[in-house]
Every structure is written in C-alpha cells, then in structure tokens.
C-alpha cells in the first residue's frame, strides 16, 4: 500500500510561479514511480510529469509540461514536487499525484492516488 498526500495548491495570477507537493509514505512507497495528473471537469485526467522517487531518475514530462513544469524529489522528506512557472489559465486545474511501479503517464498504470490539490490561475 501506498499513500498519497498532495497539498500545495491554490489561486495565482498568470505569469507566476506555483509549487505542489506529494507527501509519500507506505510499505510498497521506496520503489515507487510517482506521477502528476490533472484534470478539468469533463475531461480525461492528463499526465503531467513522473519520476522515481528511490533515485530521481526516469523523469518524464507530457507535451503540455516540458517547458514549463519541473518535477523533483526530496528523499528525507519522502516528497515529489511539481513546479509551474509562467502559469497560464488553461494550467487550472484539479492537481493528483498517483504512485506505480513502471514508468508511464497512463492513469491506468497508477494503483494509488491521493485526493487532490487545486490550482486556479487567474489572467
């Protein structure tokens, strides 16, 4: 079992900076592939970046994210962070993380996820 805790989220204005976090714990959590999602009502949930939380490697990014979010890890606090920079409206958006052990950015491929985190960008 792994559990999930995002927090971080919340209401910006276009062109800044945003960081969420995903507190990581569990029995299974050391080899875990940790990955962000978002989602918009009426929309499929959308793979944002991965990464192995054990090593920092296989970092992954979607084709919305590669030039503007960053994803790292802190292994003492057992975190994964995603960082948006130059936000744009279209960026709000309900905010998951979700943990598995492959390396994907396929909802389907993740088993656990936690409950969420919202971020609002105002123009």
């Known amino acids: 079992q792994v559990q999930l805790v995002e927090s971080g989220g919340g209401s910006a204005q276009a062109g800044g900076s945003l960081s969420v976090s995903c507190k990581v714990s569990?029995?299974?959590?050391?080899?875990?592939?940790i990955a962000w999602f978002r989602q918009t009502p009426g929309k499929e949930r959308e793979g944002v970046a991965g990464i192995f939380i054990s090593n920092g490697l296989a970092v992954s990014y979607g084709d919305s994210a590669r030039e503007r979010f960053t994803i790292y890890r802190d292994t003492a606090k057992y975190t994964v962070y995603l960082q948006i920079r130059s936000l744009i409206p279209e960026d709000t958006a309900m905010y998951y993380c979700a943990a598995g052990n492959q390396v994907s950015l396929w909802p389907r491929d993740f088993p656990y996820w936690g409950q969420g985190t919202q971020v609002t960008v105002s123009s």
């Open positions: 569990g029995a299974t959590s050391k080899s875990s592939y």
